[in-house]
């Protein structure tokens, strides 16, 4: 009796439960990258918990749930048991006149219940925006970047100043250190550090970096220990923040670089301003008269060729070792490679003349030239980023940089858009909120096939609004941002909080059904429901209780989904056990009033 009186509420909470995690588990983007096996798990638990629910758990509770025996009354469980029937039965006649009077004031409860989701809709603005938390691996790079052309002598002795300061600190288990990049660059280099017994990467960040400033001729950046070994190459890739510059000339860009950069220095919050951007180096260019070297018999192919052949060399062989080989390369001694009078006598084979000098069809002369140019959709970009201290949003850090960019007076020809964790949450953003209205949508058709009502689902889904309330607040009183994860915990709290109104209005249709008015069937049906209402939401908060307060590795990436998930478990239950029952009346008021008119 019991399981056939509650199948439509459990067979409705599971398959809207069902509803709200599968099109997490069909989430496109980074974000179904990182949720796809979580909405799958999570839906495959609530079936098999569905099936137990009216298979397992009915036939333990024929063999458990028995009649206390007579005598048994003054035992610790049976006295137990007494003392929290008391509490509910107490809790429930308080609920009665709340409710009771509720339905009498239905339009002052609308009222009220609209200016509290209004305040956390304004609170949510207050709450900012975060990107996607990396949690804690107690380790993290630090990107050296030397005065330009330094070589990688002058760079060690930076890197040894660096370590020295690290090695002061008991915070730091072990250090290690990489100069020179993998694409050749000698006046970069990247050191890893390993922390021992500290909880926040960033806050040592923060310790650490003005100790840094004294060293002089270089550039230092923070970034997340996500690869080691040439990290420094891709150094701006890393940076939360990123403003791409993008135009036709590079002068301009780089002008407007520089403009960006002390611009946006005095942004609150923003840390290890940086560009992508590397002054130029001194290069020999090899300028070819064409016409003289068609005449001649030589081209440009075989200038080039012989040129790459003297300078970087050619493979000619590989000397052979048990454990390794090792390159043989043929190329011309320093001193000829780095004299312009002796690369201008080398001798081009031609096609006609056996072979010319190369200072009679070409001209060569030393020239200042970029160390890499980079594009992005066929224009030259530059990226300006930095690093943003702990605690910041990310759309208040926007916000504050765009505003000044904006009032740059920045060549005409140079545009610019924001990048890095900005342009990461948006699109993870737009992924989650599709996922979020696709599940709003299955749960309104699952609660009206299973009520057989078009309007009864809206009183139901009330509760997902309300939940917002409390799913605002848990992050403000916890200090954390509405990140990726704690919209993953919004998401969830679709379906989990929906379950209260499932259980209210179900009975409340029960009750009517068996003749009792519609004002009795809900106070009736609230007083009944409120144990197992309050016993589902404080097991489920209960549970979610180390999410939000727990500790090791990778909490601080948990924590969010926690607050989330307990703070709107926590109006949702509250506000629902009220507002729910008046928006049921008053659908109830406008459907009836509706079939009124119809029938006439």
């Known amino acids: ?36 096996q979580f909405g799958i798990t ?9 099936f137990e629910a009216f298979t397992f758990a009915p036939m333990l509770s024929a063999y458990f749930f028995k009649k206390a025996k007579a005598g048994n009354e003054h035992s610790f469980s049976s006295r137990f048991q007494a003392a929290i029937a008391r509490f509910y039965d107490r809790l429930g006649q308080s609920y009665r006149p709340i409710l009771e009077w509720s339905i009498s004031h239905r339009l002052a409860v609308v009222f009220i219940t609209l200016a509290i989701f209004a305040a956390s809709l304004f609170l949510f603005t207050v709450v900012g925006v975060g990107g996607f938390p990396g949690g804690q691996r107690h380790e993290f790079n630090l990107v050296v970047q030397c005065s330009p052309g330094s070589s990688l002598a002058s760079t ?45 990467n960033k806050a040592f960040q923060d310790k650490l970096r003005p100790q840094l400033v004294g060293i002089p001729g270089a550039a230092f950046t923070f970034q997340s220990a996500m690869s080691l070994g040439g990290a ?27 403009m960006v950069k002390d611009a946006i220095r005095a942004v609150p919050g923003l840390v290890d301003i940086n560009s992508d951007y590397r002054n130029p180096k001194p290069e020999i260019q090899v300028q070819v008269d064409r016409d003289r070297a068609a005449r001649l018999g030589a081209n440009t ?109 920045l060549p005409g020809d140079v545009t610019f858009t924001f990048g890095g964790q900005v342009e990461q949450t948006a699109e993870m953003f737009t992924t989650l909120i599709v996922t979020l209205i696709l599940a709003v949508v299955f749960v309104y058709m699952i609660l009206a096939s299973q009520f057989a009502s078009f309007i009864q689902p809206f009183a139901l889904m009330l509760a997902l609004p309300l939940s917002l309330i409390g799913a605002v607040l848990g992050l403000l009183l916890a200090g954390k941002l509405f990140d990726v994860v704690a919209f993953i915990g919004l998401i969830m709290l679709m379906g989990l909080v929906t379950k209260n109104s499932i259980l209210l209005i179900d009975y409340t249709n029960v009750l009517r059904r068996r003749g009792l008015g519609r004002a009795e069937a809900i106070v009736e049906a609230g007083a009944t429901r409120l144990r197992p209402i309050l016993m589902t939401s404080l097991a489920m908060i209960l549970g979610m209780l180390p999410v939000a307060f727990g500790f090791g590795t990778s909490s601080d990436f948990r924590k969010p989904i926690g607050f989330t998930i307990i703070g709107g478990l926590i109006s949702s239950t509250v506000l629902t056990l009220v507002v729910v029952p008046v928006v049921y009346s008053l659908l109830d008021d406008m459907t009836q009033k509706f079939l009124r008119k119809k029938s006439v």
């Open 42 to 50: 999570v839906t495959a638990a609530v079936l098999i918990s569905f």
């Open 301 to 409: 192919l075989q200038i080039a060729s012989t040129m790459r052949t003297f300078v970087d060399g050619d493979i000619a062989s590989r000397f052979r070792t048990p454990e390794r080989m090792i390159d043989i390369r043929v190329r011309a001694l320093p001193a000829t490679r780095e004299n312009l009078d002796k690369l201008a006598r080398v001798f081009i084979p031609t096609v006609s003349r056996g072979s010319v000098t190369l200072d009679q069809v070409a001209k060569l002369q030393v020239e200042i030239g970029p160390s890499q140019i980079k594009r992005k959709n066929r224009m030259r970009q530059i990226v300006v980023g930095g690093n943003i201290l702990s605690g910041v949003a990310v759309n208040d850090m926007q916000a504050a940089m765009q505003s000044r960019i904006q009032s740059l007076a």
């Open 232 to 258: 420094a190459a891709s150094s701006m890739q890393q940076l939360p923040i990123q403003v791409n510059l993008k135009g036709t000339n590079l002068k301009n860009l780089t002008q407007a670089a520089e």
């Open 156 to 200: 060690e002795q930076v890197v040894s100043a660096v370590e020295k300061i690290l090695y002061q600190q008991k915070e730091i288990g072990d250090v290690f250190s990489i100069i020179g990049t993998k694409d050749g660059a000698s006046d970069e280099a990247s050191i890893n550090i390993k922390l021992i017994n500290v909880r926040d």
């Open 1 to 36: 009796d019991g399981t056939s009186e509650v199948a439509l509420a459990v067979t409705a909470t599971t398959l809207t439960l069902v509803a709200v995690f599968l099109p997490v588990a069909f989430a496109t983007g980074i974000a179904g990258k990182f949720f796809r």
